[in-house]
């Protein structure tokens, strides 16, 4: 359940940061609708989480995905720049 | 190919931009704002005493105008003038350079025709309120604003009463209401500006007229009537308006004890306003000058009473803005309260936990599985 609320809790930041632009206008603000959905959802989640594990299918498969390109980006950053020394490559 | 120096559209866009420099600053030295002449060291006490025929008149001492007033922009002086009036049919103002009173510099004009003095259309049984637009050439800063009443002989009457004034040369927001809404035309000169709400305001207040759906008029004239009904209007010529531009005014509600309480309605009528639009260069230089500055944040602040201050809410429910505003309050919308359901069993939650925490351990097993299968088919895959 934890690890729900953690996805759900990302979900809310992205969309968050999706509608920035938009929050600056006067008058404008996030539902509140939007979180007690997702909420509610976790909800429903949570239950097929008791023997579904879908904490685990996210994070097996999202979350090593994200690691794992994130990792191979920095390591192919670094070596763009120590390759940027004379005599390294 | 490509010419040599400085591309073409690089200086059309400073001849554009040295154009509007110009044209602004030409703008903003022709034309001025009521509130940038404060008036200090108020004397309202002045009093309209009795002279007579021929004599000098006492003036009625408005104060001491803090900045030069100069050139063709107008100053506003808002005066609530108490009833008893009947007998004085015209006003004139005058500036005076000392605090005395004594030493008459010039006197202003009134409203767009220039002329000398302003005249009460009837006789007045109640307070009304009145805005002046003096068209002086120049007046000097620390001069002395005062107003003299006369008949139409250019005698001063006997008045037998004390005069009080309230001066409202700032036309300070305390707006209670706003008048917004289609022009329905009263006739080919007149135009009524139909009321869009009601309010119960105290015994002096100011009203909010915002007047931006005008067609552009050289020669138009606006009064503000009030009533205590949508229809019935009473107190009319009690705001003289001196022009038509689209803006916003602040319109003083006369000070009378038989309008308060109660709701409270008001309207204006267009005088004088041609059918025919004429397009002068200083329209097009006012137009240039709006569209080019962008409004300050206190008069776009929605309720602060500033010209812009209902911007965002009609920009709201237009397109493209207006489909946002439906999309959000759709998502309002999903705060529903479903139930969530629950997984029935015929035994406890230990119980169940005892059956279904196996299943749960083999599908995170082959979940874990699959997960390694796919990063060891990316690491496979990838190239440095």
Known sequence: ?89 | MRPNGTEWWVKAFFYLLAACIAILAATAASRGNAAQYPISNYDTTGGLNAGGTGAPCNDVRFGELDQAFTGTTDLYIGLVVPSGFSNIQNFAVNYFSDSGYTNNIGSASFGGGGTAFYTISSTSTTAFNVYFRIAAPTIPAGSFIGMQGFDGTGHCPSMGLSFSGDISHIFASTATDALDGPVIPASALNFLVPQNGTSTPASFGQWELTFDNFSTSTSATVKVFFGVSSSTLYYGDSTYLPSLAPATYDVQIPRTSSLVPGTFYARAVAYNATSTTEIAASDIISFTTEISLPPSATSTTPGSGGVFSNLFVRLSRKPPFGYFLAIRAGLEGLATSTPAFELMTTSTVAAAAGVFTPIRTGFVWIIWFYAGLWVYHRLRMMTF
């Open chain 1, 1 to 89: 359940m934890a690890t729900i609320l953690l996805y759900i809790a990302a979900l809310i930041v992205a969309l968050a940061g999706l509608f920035a632009a938009l929050l600056q206008l006067p008058d404008v603000s996030l539902a509140v609708g939007i979180g007690q959905a997702l909420t509610t959802a976790g909800g429903y989640i949570a239950v097929v989480d008791a023997f579904f594990p879908i904490g685990t299918l996210l994070t097996a498969f999202i979350g090593t995905h994200i690691a794992l390109e994130a990792g191979v980006f920095v390591y192919k950053g670094i070596m763009w720049v120590v390759r940027k020394y004379p005599g390294v490559s």
